[in-house]
C-alpha cells in the first residue's frame, strides 16, 4: 500500500539545475523523517541529505553542501531537493526514503532504519 515515487531526474549540464520530487502515499508521512540517498555506478549507496519530521533540520552531505536544498511539504506528502550548480561527480541514481520516529537524520546520514525507498531516478550531468 505504501508507495515513494520520485520524479525530476534527466540530464543536466555542469552548472545547471534539477528539481528532484518524491511523493509519498500509505503513511502519515509527519511521522517520518526523509531523506535522500544516491549511487554512482561502483560505488556503495551514500546519504545526500536529510530532513527531520516538521523541516526544522536538515543535514548535507559535505559535497553537495551549499548546491543543494532539501525541502518537504507535509500538506501534500512531498519531499524535494533543489540541486544547483550540479558538477559531473553528481551523476547517480537518486533515491529517497521514509524514516519511522526521525532519529536517523544526523549529519552521517545513515542507511539505517529506513522503512520505505522509491525505485530512484536518474541523474546525469555532462561536462
Known amino acids: 500500500q ?3 515515487v520520485e520524479s525530476g531526474g534527466g540530464l543536466a549540464q555542469a552548472g545547471g539545475s534539477l528539481r528532484l520530487s518524491c511523493t509519498v502515499t500509505g503513511i502519515t508521512f509527519d511521522d517520518y523523517a526523509m531523506g535522500w540517498f544516491r549511487q554512482a555506478p561502483g560505488t556503495e ?3 545526500v541529505s536529510c530532513i527531520t519530521r516538521n523541516g526544522g533540520s536538515s543535514y548535507y552531505k559535505g559535497a553537495v553542501k551549499g ?3 532539501i525541502s518537504r511539504d507535509n500538506t ?3 519531499l524535494y ?3 544547483n550548480n550540479l558538477e559531473p561527480e553528481d551523476t547517480a541514481t537518486y533515491f529517497c526514503a521514509t524514516n519511522y520516529g526521525g532519529d536517523f537524520c544526523s549529519d552521517s546520514l545513515p542507511i539505517v ?3 520505505y525507498w522509491g525505485d530512484g ?3 546525469t550531468v555532462s561536462s
Open 2 to 4: 505504501v508507495r515513494v
Open 45 to 47: 549507496r551514500e546519504g
Open 67 to 69: 548546491r543543494f536544498t
Open 76 to 78: 501534500k506528502n512531498a
Open 81 to 83: 531537493l533543489q540541486m
Open 113 to 115: 532504519g529506513l522503512d
Open 121 to 123: 531516478v536518474q541523474v
